[in-house]
């Protein structure tokens, strides 16, 4: 029997976003690396963390969880690493020097203008290391970026285009910064360099409040984390250039506890949500302002719609069924929403990926026919064998002890540059 070759990894990118479900064919993460362990007591709250994780098995969950990855999409190139390719992209010259001259513009506050020309004579692993860690061997120290885990706020694929972030604290501005130099300066973006979307100064998104509902139907969160001028900026953008033609903003609490859409909501099938159900329940809880395309460029039409279930059945073509995070008790619901029990991630239509922790929202998604079964059973069943889609339904619980310390899940911790196009399908 002759040797088999693997295929050759990607040398670009593809953007290809037009569902949260159809099947993930790559996706951009960050396993945690040296800057989770420079979160201290004292500095924890600054830095968007409510508890201290240990590292070494906030790794090992990570990295579980890109094997998983890796199994079910089953083509080289699948799970793309931020920090290798801050790595790679640092060989290049005017790629540091972009970096450096927009930390300076980002960060006025510090001292970090008076060393911009020794930052230029940073090596590439020494500015690698200042980028993620804030540590190098000027006489200046940055915060470090334990968010860097959380791929999804970096950015948003929408069809394809990508929208880049803008951080709505300090301590993540860092973030957006890598991504815009890795778009464009590494080769891999070279082809989709022109399918950029900025936002203007002064608004504030990121990316886990940005969700595809349906190929012509967009769900942006306004929380505390993104603003209702940037949810117009991103509709006058993908109203230009994409096939979207319903954005709706969809109002959320200004709290930790909801500080994105998908911290309360988030697809499990084409026709599958995992929702906290004060959001589609309560008619005082996620009103939704609808927007469409007016007559004139840049011009909206708008209404109010009070309850999110209703919209998303007037503009869906296909019954949505609503899967309660935390089951049917309140307390539960609640508990459950906190460990991020409607933060799953789907690698294919009805295919997720959830914290083992929320155990009633296992139980919930069991009694919608979905087999619950852990990432490491199920990467040993298919060790020697292809994962085919489509056959059975699968919950896959990940343990996430030390991850969901974080707060946020696996959506939160992954940014799908392309899915299967629902028009494959």
């Not at 969880?65 to 190139?77: A, I, R």
């Not at 690698?128 to 999804?152: C, D, K």
């Not at 300066?185 to 979307?197: L, M």
């Amino acid at each position: 029997m002759p040797d088999t070759v693997a295929p050759p990894r990607p040398t670009s990118a593809t953007f290809q976003v037009d569902t949260e479900s159809m099947p993930l064919e790559q996706v951009l993460v960050h396993t945690p690396g040296h800057e989770m362990e420079l979160v201290a007591p004292d500095n924890r709250l600054d830095l968007l963390f409510d508890d201290i994780l240990f590292l070494g098995h906030a790794r090992d969950e990570h990295l579980l969880m890109c094997t998983l990855f890796e199994k079910v999409v089953d083509k080289p190139g699948a799970v793309l690493q931020v920090s290798e390719l801050l790595l790679n992209v640092f060989q290049q010259e005017d790629a540091r020097a972009d970096f450096i001259d927009r930390l300076c513009r980002v960060m006025p506050e510090t001292n970090i203008q008076a060393v911009r020309h020794d930052l230029k004579q940073l090596t590439p692993s020494e500015l690698h290391s200042l980028a993620l860690t804030g540590e190098s061997p000027l006489p200046i120290t940055l915060p470090p970026l334990p968010n860097l885990m959380f791929t999804r706020d970096l950015a948003a694929v929408v069809h394809d285009r990508i929208v880049i972030s803008h951080a709505a604290t300090a301590a993540r501005s860092r973030e957006s910064i890598i991504m815009q130099v890795l778009l464009h300066h590494h080769p891999f973006f070279d082809d989709v360099s022109d399918r950029v979307i900025t936002l203007p100064e002064g608004v504030t998104f990121e990316g886990g409040d940005l969700l595809m509902a349906a190929p012509d139907v967009l769900l942006v969160g306004h929380s505390e984390r993104t603003s209702f001028g940037a949810i117009m900026a991103i509709a006058h953008q993908v109203f230009e250039h994409t096939p979207i033609e319903h954005v709706l903003a969809v109002d959320l609490p200004k709290r930790r506890s909801t500080m994105h859409l998908d911290t309360v909501f988030t697809f499990a099938s084409p026709n599958e949500c995992v929702a906290f159900p004060p959001l589609v329940d309560d008619p005082s809880y996620g009103y939704a302002v609808h927007l469409t395309e007016g007559n004139e460029p840049g011009q909206f039409i708008t209404d109010m719609r009070p309850n999110l279930r209703d919209v998303l059945g007037d503009l869906i073509d296909r019954d949505l069924k609503f899967i309660p995070c935390g089951g049917s008790e309140r307390l539960n619901q609640e508990r459950e929403q906190w460990t991020d029990g409607a933060n799953v991630f789907a690698v294919a239509p009805g295919v997720i990926v959830g914290y083992e922790r929320n155990r009633r929202t296992f139980e919930e998604l069991r009694k919608h026919g979905y087999r619950v079964v852990s990432a490491e059973n199920f990467l040993s069943y298919y060790q020697d064998s292809t994962f085919t889609p489509g056959e059975e339904k699968l919950a896959i619980q990940l343990a996430g002890t030390e991850l969901s310390r974080g707060r946020g899940g696996p959506r939160c911790m992954t940014l799908p540059l392309a899915r299967t196009s629902i028009h494959e399908v």
